[in-house]
């Protein structure tokens, strides 16, 4: 137990003495490395926002609009019988896109329904074992200038 507290306190510490120490065993500047990754890691952020603006607009219009409450109208009657609550395909419909969104659907659920709930765990296990793929795809695709992302998703 002590190794595991002791490895817990100091193992990240230790990675970054090591890459300073190699870093200046190869004679690297390593402050003017660390500022220029910086400059480049907030033009990266800059370039980000208006994809990650059309991204939250988007979901929002999805929302707002109702399609996503007609989406799940018509789903409805071949999910129920899987087993599955229909309060959950919202989460699942809005988790490949926006964390956020999913975020606040989750919190809806478990504020509705109770954290020990069947539906509360579900959209808890969803939340928390998916990522936000198209989320992805769409935010850094967009920002390097990639424009066919054909081959990054396949759909079989």
């Known amino acids: ?7 817990s306190l100091w193992l990240i510490p230790m990675v970054i003495a090591c890459i300073l120490l190699h870093a200046t065993y190869k004679r690297v500047p390593t402050y003017e490395a660390f500022v220029e990754g910086g400059k480049e890691g907030i033009q990266i952020a800059f370039s980000l926002i208006p994809y990650l603006v059309g991204m939250l607009v988007a979901v929002s219009v999805f929302r707002a609009s109702g399609a996503l409450d007609f989406f799940i109208s018509y789903i409805k009657p071949f999910i129920v019988p899987l087993g599955l609550p229909s309060e959950v395909v919202p989460l699942a419909i809005i988790r490949p896109i926006s964390g956020t969104a999913s975020l606040g659907i989750v ?14 765990r579900l959209a808890s296990t969803i939340q928390g074992s998916t990522e936000t793929t ?11 200038g990639i424009r066919k992302m054909g081959d990054a998703l396949k759909v079989v």
């Open 134 to 144: 198209l989320y992805v795809l769409t935010v850094y695709f967009g920002a390097v």
């Open 1 to 7: 137990m002590y190794v595991i507290q002791f490895l």
């Open 107 to 120: 919190t809806d659920l478990i504020a509705t329904y109770g954290p020990d709930s069947f539906i509360g």
